[in-house]
């Protein structure tokens, strides 16, 4: 059986407790060990529930699905918890370690485009400029860290003056942009930019 805790707020007790089996079957919600509600099957986690805890606070629980992977949503009266899809803790953890994968495939592929003249890698903006501007990336978790939203928006500037200098190069040679980089690197930007909006959050928070 699966298990996790969450804190209601930043830095308090993790006295909120979800069990479940298999794939989000049979959910079980406990408060301070005490069972507040259960959700017998995923097609309704799907849906969302909501239990009354603590104090008259309304806990809202459903399952999200993404493109490849599935998560629990949990908020406390429309605030998402701390740790969970949604909150600005996951988001900054989200996009700090896209920033870490990107500086490193944008050397490797990089090198091995140079080195190899690969036309698919080339086509994907491949190249000089991806290993130049994945170093950049590189430099920048380095400095900055998880928490630090000026890394976040000085790394999509410079992933996105890369990603548009590769389109232009490739163009003045008569090639197409890969359309899967294309909106691969779209992707990037806006998980990138979730990064520098959750640091804010922190920040004000």
Same mark, same amino acid.
């Given at each position: 059986?699966?298990?996790?805790?969450?804190?209601?707020?930043?830095?308090?007790?993790?006295?909120?407790?979800?069990? +479940?089996?298999?794939?989000?079957?049979?959910?079980?919600?406990?408060?301070?060990?005490?069972?507040?509600?259960?959700?017998?099957?995923?097609?309704?986690?799907?849906?969302?529930?909501?239990?009354?805890?603590?104090?008259?606070?309304?806990?809202?629980?459903?399952?999200?699905?993404?493109?490849?992977?599935?998560?629990?949503?949990?908020?406390?009266?429309?605030?998402?918890?701390?740790?969970?899809?949604?909150?600005?803790?996951?988001?900054?953890?989200?996009?700090?370690?896209?920033?870490?994968?990107?500086?490193?495939?944008?050397?490797?592929?990089?090198?091995?485009?140079?080195?190899?003249?690969?036309?698919?890698?080339?086509?994907?903006?491949?190249?000089?400029?991806?290993?130049?501007?994945?170093?950049?990336?590189?430099?920048?978790?380095?400095?900055?860290?998880?928490?630090?939203? +000026?890394?976040?928006?000085?790394?999509?500037?410079?992933?996105?003056?890369?990603?548009?200098?590769?389109?232009?190069?490739?163009?003045?040679?008569?090639?197409?942009?890969?359309?899967?980089?294309?909106?691969?690197?779209?992707?990037?930007? +806006?998980?990138?930019?979730?990064? +520098?909006?959750?640091?804010?959050?922190?920040?004000?928070?």
């Amino acid at each position: 059986m699966a298990r996790r805790t969450y804190a209601l707020a930043d830095g308090g007790a993790r006295d909120l407790e979800l069990l +479940w089996e298999g794939n989000y079957e049979k959910l079980v919600v406990r408060y301070q060990g005490t069972e507040v509600g259960n959700i017998p099957t995923s097609r309704e986690l799907l849906e969302g529930r909501t239990f009354e805890i603590s104090g008259g606070k309304k806990l809202e629980i459903r399952l999200v699905t993404g493109f490849l992977s599935k998560d629990l949503y949990l908020s406390v009266d429309g605030q998402p918890l701390p740790e969970s899809p949604g909150s600005s803790q996951s988001q900054l953890k989200e996009s700090f370690w896209t920033l870490v994968i990107v500086s490193a495939l944008s050397v490797v592929l990089g090198v091995v485009a140079i080195l190899s003249g690969m036309q698919q890698l080339v086509r994907s903006g491949m190249g000089w400029e991806s290993v130049i501007s994945g170093g950049i990336l590189a430099l920048l978790v380095l400095a900055a860290g998880l928490r630090q939203g +000026w890394a976040y928006l000085a790394a999509g500037l410079v992933f996105l003056a890369a990603s548009v200098w590769s389109v232009y190069a490739l163009l003045t040679q008569n090639l197409s942009p890969n359309l899967g980089s294309v909106l691969i690197r779209l992707l990037i930007l +806006w998980t990138l930019w979730k990064g +520098w909006l959750a640091s804010q959050k922190k920040i004000t928070g």
